[in-house]
């Protein structure tokens, strides 16, 4: 739409790309045999990409009812001229700033300590796992550093000198837990960390917070935000294609028989001949997957 509605919230881009991805994946799930291994890896994906959607779908519903004056992109794709990449979850210009979001859909409770590492810890078939998670404030930031090198590409240099020197003032980056059951514990972590991260029914209030000494009317936040979408990218990397090859591999071993060319059913890794060294079969030679011991798949011969 070219105007603002009623909400006052225009969104200038609403990806489909993630629910295009999940239906591929669940079009080469029916692909594989029932017995797979491999079902493991792809229904892992297919979770992953579903949380993505809710959470995304989470902060949107947000952000539709925020009753504010907002321009929304959300799955914003961009590249710097050396191939540096970034996709954006959310770019939200406000009437005071432009903001980057990371959405999270976390399962779990997050600590977040002192030295800002990220500690989930979540139930799996009754036991308590614990486990450190790549910081999505990092992530983030360097989503954060891409924007800022790609929209200074096609200034000129005194252009590119403002831009510099106001870039920190007007533009930040957050990272929005979506999960409303995931409790954050931030005690131990510094100030500059817990101001990053935020719990989804927090975003609007967030937003609305956020003040500088420059105030943008409607008009100029959507032509700030057409110049923006103008950068992203619709022809990306391929993230199916790891799958893709991981069903043909798993398939094509049910007609292959030279031994140099076996792949296991379980995870698609190579399948490389031994010898038992003990036990009742010492001696004899078998199959065994190349990733042992992540898989322990075995094809005796």
């Known amino acids: 739409m070219g105007l603002f509605s009623n909400s006052e919230i225009v969104i200038l881009k609403e990806s489909s790309d993630a629910r295009e991805y999940l239906n591929k994946l669940q079009d080469l799930r029916k692909q594989l045999p029932d017995n797979s291994g491999a079902l493991d890896k792809i229904d892992r994906e297919i979770a992953i990409t579903e949380a993505g959607i809710y959470g995304e779908d989470s902060i949107l519903f947000e952000l539709k009812n925020s009753g504010m004056d907002l321009v929304v992109i959300h799955d914003l794709f961009i590249e710097t001229k050396d191939g540096r990449g970034a ?35 979540f139930e799996y078939k009754g036991r308590e796992i614990k486990e450190g998670i790549y910081s999505p404030i990092t992530q983030n930031e360097r989503h954060l550093t891409v924007y800022r090198e790609c929209r200074k590409e096609d200034k000129n240099f005194a252009a590119k000198v403002l831009f510099e020197k106001y870039f920190d003032r007007y533009n930040k980056s957050i990272v929005v837990l979506a999960n409303s059951k995931t409790v954050v514990n931030d005690r131990f972590a510094k100030k500059e960390i817990k101001e990053q991260v935020i719990r989804c029914d927090q975003l609007i209030t967030y937003l609305k917070n956020l ?86 798949y075995i094809k005796n011969v």
Do not use: W
């Open 87 to 121: 996709q954006i979850d959310y770019l939200v210009i406000t009437p005071y700033m432009n903001v980057i979001i990371e959405c999270k859909n976390l399962v779990g409770n997050i600590e977040i300590n002192n030295k800002g590492e990220f500690i989930r810890t």
């Open 211 to 296: 003040k500088s000494d420059l105030k943008s009317n409607k008009k100029e936040m959507i032509e700030h935000g057409e110049k923006i979408l103008s950068m992203n990218i619709e022809e990306r990397k391929e993230y199916l294609k790891k799958f893709e090859d991981l069903v043909s591999n798993v398939n094509s071993d049910k007609d292959k028989t030279n031994t140099g060319d076996l792949i296991c059913p379980q995870c698609g890794s190579k399948l490389v001949l031994r010898i038992a060294k003990k036990g009742p079969n010492e001696g004899n030679q078998f199959y065994g997957c190349s990733a042992f011991p992540k898989c322990r």
